[in-house]
């Protein structure tokens, strides 16, 4: 096992109404900006409920941060958190909200002279203070509730990148699995998926012998599997809505990368496809990661034999077809979830290749991988095979 | 799965070598106790680290904190921490150590005119501050390191009994699994007898439908299962050494125990046993918990036929049969350890166990388990099946 510090200090508030706690946990004399998505939460009427929950509190609104979050529409939020001496921020919704508001919260206390921008471009590194943040989640996927990590885009130059840094992690996530019940199915999916990737992007590496985290690991995959279907089938199911969304969080906060090697490829493959094409993030890894998988099936060979025997049940054959098969069952999961694993199936025929490795360089991000090894030309043929 | 308020903030450093990282976790100003056992910390040179570690910090030391640690011995330092103005305490050592740091932390801040025994009879209810604290773990076991529980006993009255209070959650816990290659192999073993009972408390009850948390506590189980024989054929076996240690703090930092039902019934016929032989801790559990999954096989019905077959790999018979098999299998396990599993094996011949029950039953225990119905004589009949 791999040396690690884990701090996974947000408080998560879960369960049927437990919107009910969110007043103790900001301080009384806060001056709250709330911030969130495309009303949504206004039709759902949980904007309603967090309103209600903090009457009596000094209260600003932000809407509109949209699904890929702009770095252009952020900083007319970074104005009004200036302008207002926003001492708390709260945001309300899924990941993209989640991680817009932690840049939101760093990039309002950030040098007046430098551009917020620099903020990504250093990865979050030179971050010394930030707006403290809670959150209420409604859609499970990213782990951003309980994580240090953002990822944001800037239309102008076509770029996604993530960020990270603890001081904007959220000191508490409201999680109320009830709140999801009227999700599109095309963003349940879409969590599922995404909270799958995660969880392999921190297990499917080489051994280390960090059991305990290759247990976790597989039991959010084995939840995942057994509920995510559900949860599209059986909207209402407060028990498989609760599963969903645990697993989401336990994904992402630390907890099963602790120790052990990471890859992370599969997420810098899809960031470029988002920011050029504009597909939705886990569209983006369900093309990527069986393509990555059948490429890196050496290097990650018995991972993903013990990923396929464990988790997909895979024992018959010989190592490559057991290979061949758990690469399959991967691409079947999703698109069972109906989020498709080809570029061709939303209508790209592979032709910007080339402009998206220029992206990649563009970003450094030309030695991926738990080794580093996922060079340029490795990059490629993981997206030509995704064709 | 059940509502529940989850607070994970204990930072954890683990692996080789990572007492490099303690002096960054203590404030520069601070005035330091550091607490210890008997003295094993200074034989391995745990201690000489931490001193060097510490150096140019203002440090004091208390040592001779006993296994189940007393309510006399630890008033001590009490007195030493109130006339020396001690700012931060720092537990080296196993849980006993850590407990008795948390008992000595809300004591000495606790209202002078009040016999801080109070707070072990209110259950920690009470505490309102405690001096802050860290640890550097030397024993895996009782995830004392990484929450917010702790068991004092009181020798001049045979009590042992259990607070909690998140004042008294440790900021920080230093695990290296090499200072756990020393440990006499009892220690060794009843430390994962101990987490394996903590994560059975949480895990064998009835079921709720909360998949992440069965999938994690059958992990720990596991985990436990494969490295606790290892651990004791290979003491310098880093990875096993490793995995026990991330395996014990897991079992017990609230996690798996969150949003489902627990027991501890075990734990408090347990306690009685220490509190009137002196047998170990673990012993205790080897001894109560095969005896009350044969008491409760009917309640426990659902959670012992999963636990069989996902951890034991039980699946031939019929239920009972399976239910047998799989207590079979558990007892099997402790013994295989080196704990024993009955009265007899530690020359008690059930004599006292009306003198147990008095004491349970003077202790408020007479409704215990995940339904609240192991009576007194449920217990009497636990005890009476351990003979």
Do not use: C
Not at 113 to 141: N, Q, Y
Not at 174 to 188: A, E, F, G, M, N
């Amino acid at each position: 096992m791999n040396n690690f510090n884990l701090h996974t200090p947000t408080r998560i508030l879960f369960g049927k109404n437990a919107i009910a706690e969110l007043r103790a946990q900001i301080p009384a004399d806060a001056r709250v900006l709330i911030t969130y998505g495309g009303g949504s939460v206004k039709k759902t009427g949980v904007l309603d409920q967090v309103l209600s929950a903090l009457h009596g509190l000094d209260v600003l609104e932000f809407g509109g941060i949209e699904p890929n979050p702009s770095y252009e529409t952020l900083m007319k939020a970074v104005t009004l958190v200036r302008e207002q001496n926003v001492t708390f921020l709260l945001a309300v919704g899924g990941g993209s909200v989640l991680d817009g508001t932690k840049f939101i919260a760093a990039a309002a206390l950030y040098p007046q002279d430098i551009d917020p921008w620099h903020i990504v471009e250093t990865r979050g590194s030179d971050i010394t203070r930030a707006v403290p943040m809670g959150s209420v989640l409604t859609l499970p996927a990213t782990g951003s509730e309980s994580n240090s990590g953002a990822v944001i885009s800037r239309r102008s130059t076509g770029d996604k990148q993530a960020f990270m840094n603890p001081h904007v992690q959220p000191l508490f996530a409201i999680l109320d699995p009830v709140y999801t019940y009227t999700l599109p199915p095309r963003q349940v999916a879409n969590g599922v998926v995404d909270a799958f990737v995660h969880t392999i992007e921190q297990y499917l590496t080489y051994p280390v012998d960090g059991r305990i985290q290759d247990r976790f690991a597989e039991g959010i995959l084995l939840t995942l599997i057994e509920e995510g279907p559900r949860a599209l089938a059986e909207p209402e199911n407060y028990d498989v809505r609760a599963n969903v969304m645990w697993a989401a969080t336990m994904a992402l906060n630390g907890l099963i990368g602790a120790g052990v090697p990471q890859d992370w490829a599969t997420h810098m493959l899809g960031h470029e496809l988002t920011a050029m094409h504009g597909l939705d993030h886990a569209q983006t890894l369900a093309i990527v990661l069986p393509s990555l998988m059948n490429e890196k099936r050496d290097t990650k060979r018995e991972k993903l034999l013990q990923y396929g025997e464990r988790v997909w049940n895979i024992t018959e054959g010989n190592e490559q077809q057991r290979i061949d098969a758990t690469i399959a069952a991967t691409r079947d999961f999703f698109e069972r979830m109906g989020v498709k694993t080809h570029l061709s199936d939303y209508g790209l025929d592979g032709s910007s290749i080339p402009a998206l490795l220029a992206k990649l360089d563009e970003h450094g991000m030309t030695a991926l991988g738990e080794r580093g090894d996922i060079t340029l030309d490795i990059s490629r043929r993981i997206y030509e095979a995704a064709r």
